[in-house]
């Protein structure tokens, strides 16, 4: 149903998995992925990969287990004018990178702070998907997070990771409702991932998928349908 799974963590993020490059593309060859995003954390979370990892992507094989390998990064916002941790000459060498916040990196301030942080993110011409911005410790204006990303040409993430009960990020399921609602009115499509820290996880998209089942979200812009899709989309930036 799916063909793509684009953000997912090796054993490079430093914590959470033990799993190979190579592991995570068999599981997804398994499950009949056409492509898996490999998007280790950047270096500003702890034990996590240095830029020289980052940079050594670019040379990393497209191929293996018979699918597609995209070699990206999940970005750390870092401050309000949507710093990051990453330099833009790695950057450019890697298929795409996700911004996300998190607790180590940024701190969480008012709506309008939080805000302001992701809409900055996304004018770094990189960056691609604004990660789990359903997190409840981070509260934003969703209309203006929607009206930025379609602006900007960048997806927001319905990430299957927050809405599981076992998640950590609070009851997301209202503000993941709230990003449906927001991008439907404005017809922008979001992504769908698994977020997956190691193979358990690579392709298991339940918990979004119900959640666009129950909202009634528009097939058409679910990118995960359709690999080209997606890569027409990168190319918009």
Not at 7 to 19: K, R
Not at 44 to 59: D, E, K, Q, V
Request: aromatic share 10%; with cysteine; hydrophobic share 35%.
């Amino acid at each position: 149903m799916f063909e793509f799974d684009p953000h997912t963590h090796s054993i490079a993020s430093g914590h959470a998995s033990s799993s190979t490059i190579t592991d995570m593309a068999k599981k997804a060859a398994s499950v009949h992925l056409k492509m898996l995003g490999i998007t280790d954390h950047g270096p500003a979370t702890f034990c996590a990969g240095r830029p020289s990892y980052f940079r050594s992507l670019a040379f990393a094989p497209k191929r293996r287990s018979g699918i597609n390998i995209s070699y990206g990064v999940e970005l750390n916002i870092l401050g309000p004018d949507g710093s990051t941790d990453l330099a833009i000459d790695i950057l450019r060498n890697l298929d795409y990178a996700i911004a996300s916040m998190h607790p180590q990196n940024f701190k969480p301030g008012t709506a309008q702070y939080n805000t302001d942080a992701y809409i900055n993110t996304m004018k770094n011409p990189y960056v691609k998907i604004i990660g789990h911005c359903d997190d409840t410790k981070y509260p934003v204006d969703y209309e203006a997070l929607a009206k930025a990303a379609k602006e900007y040409h960048v997806l927001l993430e319905i990430n299957n990771s927050s809405l599981s009960p076992d998640g950590y990020r609070g009851d997301t399921k209202a503000n993941a409702v709230c990003i449906l609602d927001c991008c439907r009115r404005h017809r922008h499509p979001v992504i769908l991932s698994s977020d997956s820290h190691g193979t358990g996880h690579i392709g298991d998209f339940q918990y979004a998928l119900s959640l666009i089942e129950e909202t009634g979200f528009p097939k058409e812009l679910v990118l995960n349908y359709s690999l080209a899709a997606f890569q027409a989309f990168l190319k918009m930036k």
